[in-house]
């Protein structure tokens, strides 16, 4: 009998627990993320479109989202997410 893996998320590789957000980002390689993994607290989350820095900086990325560094929702050039804007 296999026995069943949990489904990991967010940078730390854990399960599913506490408050999470996801990132709006079709193509993150994380999917949700827990709040305190991305400094948020569920007084501080962002209502709507959110996407994470990571993929906030990848060409392609969710570029119309709230990068999780500074939660700007237009080019982000908060150095938190390696200086870079959104395309």
Not at 14 to 38: K, N, Q, T
Not at 60 to 78: H, I, P, V, Y
């Amino acid at each position: 009998v296999a026995s069943a893996e949990p489904e990991l998320y967010c940078f730390c590789r854990r399960g599913s627990f506490g408050y999470m957000i996801g990132c709006d980002d079709d193509d993150c390689a994380y999917e949700w993320f827990h709040l305190e993994c991305v400094g948020l607290t569920p007084n501080t989350r962002p209502r709507g479109k959110w996407c994470v820095a990571l993929c906030c900086i990848t060409p392609g990325g969710c570029g119309d989202a709230r990068c999780a560094a500074c939660s700007a929702t237009s080019d982000c050039g908060c150095g938190d997410c390696g200086g870079q804007v959104l395309p």
